[in-house]
């Protein structure tokens, strides 16, 4: 079986573009007006994750139902195994739909919050999550469930927080597959599950990468970045659940891979901000790419400084798995790599226009 269709790809990336060129030249559709905190000076499109969402789905499920030996991505068969997708499927869907609603209406923050729980809850409940930390704690399932649905509602906010430049998180994913192939390659790695979902997701955003390239013509919104947030953190926790993979069960220290720039200007933002006293989840300037792109580099240097960063942690990831250094070890190196690298960036980038 053949890890790709060509053409079946070729006709998704087509209508991915021809959907979002026509809500891009519409005259409907949700629109994000620049403030003093944008780092956007015109009424550009947003919600985009209306579109690439849809098509996702609808590719996953078509590619599902109709497999055969010669056009199809690898899928599993079984009917338990099914029924993961089904439910990771639904969990992106409900995620597209929220974000949808509050691209709209601006929902409370409190109301996002217990549906976003609630969501994250039930999924884990449903799909029986095992778990590790650091390798070797296991804790009780209902310790387990609790502690891994604070976790993911936090980790897919922030992502939401993050989206805030043009192609910033689809660089930042695409690059962190990468290092989840090394992580488990039974499950990401070409002819495998991970890779076939990863490979129709990014296919099925061809439209929207091609708008949201700097300068952008077109957002994702919430409706796209909690989507994908909620996908790329719920993915890995299928590691080790499917037929024919060797991979140890996901352990929560995994989860630095998918964006370790991320985890790092997210959490430090969010403390400096609560020493300040000021609105942790108020709308700001104060993040390190967008103080970067404030200066004579703007929107594309920034792009770069950050690709190139995420770029060397996924070879130093690959170098180190390469060369058989400890999973513990690996993430000791990359972490110190990610803060000092980060602080650096942080120490010389000039500080103006803060919100």
């Known amino acids: 079986m053949v890890s790709f269709f060509p053409p079946i790809l070729a006709i998704l990336a087509v209508i991915s573009l021809i959907l979002h060129s026509i809500y891009v030249h519409s005259r409907f559709g949700v629109k994000d007006v620049p ?3 944008s780092l956007h000076d015109a009424v550009t499109k947003k919600s985009a994750g209306m579109f690439f969402i849809p098509v996702f789905l609808v590719s996953v499920f078509y590619l599902l139902f109709s497999q055969t030996e010669a056009n199809s ?9 099914r029924i993961g997708i089904y439910l990771l499927l639904a969990g992106v869907l409900v995620f597209c739909i929220l974000g949808f609603v509050d691209d709209l209406y601006h929902l409370s923050p409190k109301l996002r919050l217990f549906l976003e729980l609630s969501v994250v809850a039930v999924f884990l409940v449903w799909t029986n999550t095992e778990i590790t930390f650091f390798g070797v704690i296991s804790l009780p399932k209902f310790v387990q469930i609790f502690a891994l649905t604070i976790f993911l509602v936090f980790a897919v906010n922030l992502v939401n927080f993050m989206d805030g430049m043009d192609w910033y998180l689809v660089t930042t994913l695409f690059l962190s597959y990468f290092s989840l192939a090394s992580v488990a390659p039974q499950f990401y790695a070409i002819g495998h599950f991970g890779y076939s979902l990863y ?13 949201n390239f700097p300068k952008a013509k077109l957002f994702m919104g919430d409706s796209g970045s909690l989507s994908l947030g909620f996908f790329v953190l ?16 996901w352990d929560v220290t995994n989860y630095f891979y ?4 991320f985890w790092l200007d997210g959490i430090f933002i969010l403390i400096k901000r609560f020493f300040q006293k000021k609105h942790l989840f108020s709308a700001h300037r104060e993040h390190l790419y967008q103080r970067i792109t404030e200066t004579k580099f703007g929107k594309i240097g920034s792009l770069v400084i950050f690709s190139f960063l995420n770029l060397t942690v996924v070879c130093i990831h690959f170098v180190l798995k390469s060369n058989g250094i400890s999973n513990l070890l690996i993430l000791t190196i990359i972490f110190l790599y990610s803060v000092i690298s980060y602080g650096l960036l942080w120490t010389i980038v000039p500080r103006k226009n803060l919100a």
Do not use: D, H
């Not at 719920?234 to 069960?249: D, H, Q």
């Open 73 to 81: 991505l690898v899928f599993p068969k079984e009917q338990n195994q």
């Open 234 to 249: 719920a993915l890995p926790l299928f590691v080790g659940k499917w037929e024919n993979s060797n991979s140890n069960v």
């Open 258 to 261: 998918l964006f370790p720039y």
């Open 35 to 37: 403030n003093e905190r």
């Open 199 to 211: 490979l129709i997701l990014m296919i099925s955003m061809f439209g929207f990468i091609y708008y």
